[in-house]
């Protein structure tokens, strides 16, 4: 079993098992049955709980319940969390806040004086700035003796005060639970957003509100997995929420390899044979993540890798599940949207793709709108079995309705001011200012890491991230395997300790067997921290070649 | 299976299952075994568990129904028969087919439908305040509009249109948060977590550590993070009181354990019977059950009744003697109206103090949450728990699983700060809060008295005096007739009284069988929160004349 224990000088965070590789054949990463050639095996839904491998089930006797010290211990809880993996806020991220708790104290023996983040897309704990005016309706919706005050039309203009007051129509109070699929209003405003997105209308009946992409990807993830045999396609590397709520689900992750070599492109090819395998394999192939444009890599879909996939899932009915939530962080190209194609080739080519399943995600949490803390975000459903979308319903009415300051945030990214409004100047100069210092601090990394020896990046395309290969000196791996760390999880904390910069190992996304790599976000300001970068790389690869 | 269908004219609002008795022993309801006659599973091995796979369709294209490297066809890759099991026999009645035809009514009303005999609909099936008339206190909501627009603390006029006090708290918070738009640590904001832990040691007289506490977004989420981290299979016993939210039955189905019910005695107040508890508990034991949690509603929601203080003793001695984690759900606790409130924590830690060893290592999470008390924000998702006596392992294990969804949202936070720490006398806000929290505490208070005596003016209807929570939870002495006339309509005899009561009066209510009630006996959960008493008088009327056709 992996450590995971509790670091002494940062009491109120714990840490995670140390990132683990994701896709190495052999790990015991997999809750229960064996796991070979990435695809598990397994002849029945019985033989997944006789070959209960790491599953320690205790026997429960009346004296054994009454002889144990705690009823629930970490061999008595859910193994299936157990041996989930979530390295974005792992070890890393725990030794980069005792770093900061030091030099909060004062500790002058580190040789920086901050630490940057760079292990979450979080840009408002960076230096973005929220956009003034959904924070105006916001503030307003959050008071609205505001609206009547004497000095209101001093302070907000007449476009936030007057979108306030729909909204406060529309919603009653902020304060009450909306409709557990999220405020009618909000559901219609998302529907023309998609339609103007798409050119092809959207039905507010197939949108549910969610609190953040991350919740939403867990409720359909526990409406669809039905026990071991169910196979989730999941891309690796891939953002390790998936691999992760698929582990705690107790379904099957079933990895398919990007391929760096081709700017982490999709290979359909390489795709129907992993499916062709799972079906050998009898696994119940029921869904495959895509995330365009991808976290980790940064990369997006051509038109062509969209519809290649969308033809797989017509031809091997599985459901897409499509992780937008980057869609309008595209530094290069266009961005396709899966349903805007899957309604090209529904029109296109009658019949085939009509039973296709699509899941769609978008959030608040990224984009320019950055507002993570607000947890904002919708799903759009469709082409989903009535019946299931009536599980589904009853699952997220369970937790009663999503935030609705974050649903009122989802409606003001889906609808900002227009051109002609009078916020609409400000609105678009912040918008602009966003995206353009996320792709300037994108590329200055980018151009960081080309001068960097034995580094290699893709040039960014779209997300908030940089995935980039390091080839490490022989020297390095085994003074890794030395210190019991993973190769590039020792290059990473020996990163973090001289440079204060924190980033996430790339086997917590997985990667292809020996090669190494780390995920950074592109949001920090300034060049001195890149500077420090260079120099640390540079010493690296001094010391251990 | 039982049906589960759409309506057809409310094509935006799904159904729940029809609301089933949960504690009657002939329902399929638990997943994985079949429930005895006592109302207890018997589970003798975890393989048992697993191969009596009753009401649970396995996949069948495992059974050698497809060769190998072949899809066999099938239109849709999720349907209601390859879905989550689990789920599908989860069953939550709150937003369930009395919520729906309630839409549905609302709707013709809207389209200016006069031929209803009501004018409006009250919700009176979920405790949804600020949905009624209850506002929300001013200086929480001045705080929250100031860290959202953190530029109107430097405008010319913050000063003529906040208080000192609410322009100061915004900056302290704004201060530690940095962004609301950024997230905050998984466990939540750590200046929240201080606050938080020096209002229980203010509330129980014992310190309380902020690394204890997890803030959630609303009780619901920590109660599905709690219950997901300690389910370990269907051997995993959790004991729920019956009637019970049925928050805690949907989600340990869900998680594939099994519900252990015990009966509140409605002959005592809906009171704890310790000796009957453990009797479950025995018995449970000897059936193989691994009884790892107690779930404690208290004030209790749906019957309105609150333990006290030798119950809660009791019940804690119990999880010393039986090794149990104890989830208390303290979200009512300041909806008190008779009587006191006492927190496990508190008398855990008196017990602690009192009989050295014996009770050190008892689990306790105590959930509270800014959705009930005066606050009534329940939109804004805010709440906390407090975790004591937990392996230091288990917490690391709950922990990853809070940090995968990344944080709560902080707005809630922000407001469950307010909460535990709102004006103290001196301040400039303190006249403005204390008027705004007595006035919604009098207008509750009176509201359950209202309905109380509506419900002793009614014939063969008999419900306790409100003690606490926002409900009530009458009995109803069912007319062999209705009975009847229910079962020809293949609906239960509660629901079918409840689906009357909301086409005649336009008030919708919770039949007793969504949480749960002694077979025979027939109950539904009002929430006290609808202001006037118009509808009581046709809640009155509508009983009189359902008696009359029946008797």
């Not at chain 2, 209202?450 to 009458?474: R, W």
């Not at chain 2, 009847?484 to 086409?503: K, T």
């Amino acid at each position: 079993m992996m450590s995971f224990s509790r670091t002494s000088s940062s009491a109120g965070i714990l840490t995670f098992p140390p990132a683990t590789q994701f896709y190495p054949g052999l790990r015991d990463y997999f809750p229960v049955a064996l796991f070979s050639s990435s695809i598990r095996s397994m002849s029945s839904s019985m033989a997944a709980f006789s070959s209960s491998q790491g599953l320690p089930i205790r026997s429960s006797s009346h004296i054994a319940a009454r002889s144990r010290r705690k009823a629930i211990t970490i061999d008595t809880v859910n193994p299936y969390l157990r041996h989930a993996d979530y390295a974005v806020r792992g070890q890393l991220a725990i030794c980069a806040e005792e770093l900061r708790e030091r030099l909060k104290n004062g500790d002058t023996s580190l040789p920086f004086k901050e630490i940057i983040n760079g292990n979450i897309g979080n840009p408002q704990a960076m230096d973005q700035k929220p956009i003034t005016f959904f924070r105006q309706v916001l503030s307003l919706v959050q008071y609205p003796p505001l609206l009547e005050d004497e000095y209101a039309d001093k302070i907000f203009p007449r476009d936030s005060i007057e979108r306030a007051r729909t909204l406060l129509n529309e919603i009653g109070s902020i304060g009450a639970y909306s409709h557990s699929q999220g405020v009618p209003y909000i559901r219609k405003s998302i529907a023309k957003f998609i339609e103007e997105r798409d050119s092809f209308p959207a039905d507010p009946k197939d949108i549910y509100l969610t609190g953040g992409a991350s919740s939403a990807v867990s409720s359909l993830l526990t409406t669809i997995c039905g026990g071991p045999e169910t196979g989730v396609m999941i891309p690796v590397p891939q953002y390790p929420l998936y691999s992760a709520t698929l582990t705690i689900a107790n379904a099957t992750p079933i990895p398919y390899l990007l391929d760096e070599s081709t700017g982490w492109s999709t290979d359909i090819n390489h795709i129907a044979t992993v499916v062709k395998n799972a079906h050998v394999k009898g696994v119940d192939l029921k869904a495959m993540v895509v995330i365009n444009p991808c976290n980790p890599t940064g990369s997006c879909l051509s038109r062509e890798e969209v519809k290649g996939i969308i033809t797989l899932a017509a031809e091997n009915t599985f459901m897409i599940i499509a992780d937008e939530v980057y869609q309008t962080n595209i530094y290069e190209g266009e961005f396709h949207s899966f349903k805007k194609l899957l309604r090209e080739l529904q029109r296109d080519v009658p019949g085939k793709y009509d039973s296709v399943e699509l899941a769609s995600l978008h959030s608040t949490s990224k984009g320019v709108v950055g507002e993570c803390g607000q947890r904002g975000g919708y799903v759009e459903l469709v082409g989903i079995d009535e019946l299931v979308l009536e599980q589904f319903y009853k699952l997220v009415s369970i937790s009663l309705c999503p935030a609705v300051s974050g649903q009122v945030l989802t409606e003001l990214m889906v609808n900002p001011p227009r051109p002609g409004d009078e916020s609409y100047p400000l609105y678009k100069e912040e918008v602009d200012a966003v995206y353009k210092t996320l792709k300037e601090r994108a590329f200055l990394l980018f151009n960081a890491f080309k001068e960097m020896e034995g580094v290699s990046c893709q040039e960014p395309m779209g997300a908030m991230y940089l995935f980039p290969t390091i080839r490490l000196p022989l020297k390095a791996m085994k003074e890794a395997q030395r210190r019991n760390e993973k190769p590039d999880q020792f290059y990473c904390l020996e990163l973090l300790e001289k440079t204060g910069l924190c980033v996430v190992p790339g086997s917590g996304f997985g990667q292809k067997d020996s090669t190494f790599h780390f995920r950074t976000t592109c949001l920090a300001p300034g060049e001195e921290y890149v500077r420090r970068i260079i120099a640390f790389h540079t010493e690296f690869f001094k010391k251990y070649s | 299976m039982r049906s589960f269908s759409k309506t057809s004219s409310s094509a935006t609002v799904l159904t729940s299952p029809l609301a089933t008795p949960f504690y009657s022993p002939s329902q399929g309801y638990a997943p994985a075994v079949s429930l005895s006659s006592s109302s207890i599973r018997l589970v003798s091995s975890v393989a048992a568990a697993v191969s009596s796979s009753a009401g649970m369709p396995s996949p069948t294209h495992f059974n050698g129904t497809s060769s190998p490297g072949t899809v066999p066809f099938r239109r849709k890759a999720i349907t209601l028969d390859t879905m989550n099991q689990h789920l599908r026999c989860a069953d939550y009645a709150v937003r369930g087919r009395l919520a729906i035809r309630a839409e549905e009514l609302r709707k013709q009303l809207s389209n200016g439908d006069m031929s209803l005999p009501f004018d409006e609909i009250v919700n009176a099936n979920i405790a949804n305040p600020q949905a009624m008339d209850q506002k929300p206190i001013t200086f929480f909501r001045q705080v929250l509009s100031l860290v959202q627009y953190p530029q109107l603390m430097d405008n010319e006029f913050a000063a003529k249109i906040f208080p000192r006090d609410a322009l100061e708290r915004a900056r302290i918070l704004l201060n530690e948060i940095g962004s609301t738009g950024a997230y905050s640590q998984s466990q939540g904001v750590p200046y929240i977590r201080k606050s938080i832990s020096k209002f229980i040691e203010a509330r129980d007289g014992f310190s309380a550590d902020p690394n204890a506490i997890y803030l959630a977004g609303g009780t619901s989420s920590a109660v599905s993070s709690l219950l997901t981290t300690i389910c370990s299979g269907p051997e995993t016993g959790v004991v729920i009181p019956v009637p019970h939210y049925p928050l805690y039955s949907a989600v340990l189905t869900i998680a594939n354990a099994s519900p252990i019910p015990y009966l509140l005695d409605e002959t005592t107040d809906w009171g704890t019977d310790i000796k009957y508890i453990a009797s479950v508990l025995e018995k449970s034991l000897s059936n193989g059950v691994d009884i790892k949690a107690m779930v404690v509603i208290n004030p209790c929601n749906p019957t309105g009744s609150c333990l006290s203080r030798d119950e809660i003793k009791d019940i804690i001695t119990l999880a010393a003697e039986y090794t149990f984690m104890i989830i208390a759900d303290e979200v009512y606790q300041a909806n008190i109206y008779r009587g006191e409130f006492h927190s496990f924590k508190k008398v855990l830690r008196e017990l602690q103090r009192d009989f050295p060893g014996e009770f050190d290592d008892v689990e306790l999470a105590s959930l509270h949450s800014t959705s009930k008390g005066m606050v009534g924000e329940c939109g804004q998702r805010g709440g906390y728990m407090e975790l004591v006596g937990i392996d230091e392992r288990v917490l690391e294990q709950l922990y990853k699983l809070v940090s995968i969804s990344l944080c709560p949202a902080v707005s809630g936070q922000v407001l469950t700060e307010l909460m535990v720490n709102p004006p103290k006398p001196g301040d400039e806000s303190y006249t403005v809060y204390k008027a705004e929290y007595d006035e919604i505490y009098g207008a509750l208070k009176d509201r359950a008295f209202s309905l109380f005596n509506a419900f002793k003016e009614m014939d063969g209807v008999s419900c306790q005096e409100p003690k606490g929570a926002m409900y009530l939870f009458p009995t109803i002495s069912m007319p062999q007739k209705a009975i009847e006339e229910a079962r020809r309509r293949n609906e239960e005899p509660d629901q079918f009284y409840c689906l009357g009561l909301l086409e005649k009066t336009g008030v919708c209510v919770v039949p007793g069988s969504g949480f749960g009630q002694k077979d025979g006996t027939y109950h539904f959960r009002a929430t006290f929160l609808a202001p006037g008493d118009d509808h009581l008088r046709r809640i009155i009327a509508f009983h009189k004349k359902f008696l009359e056709k029946y008797s």
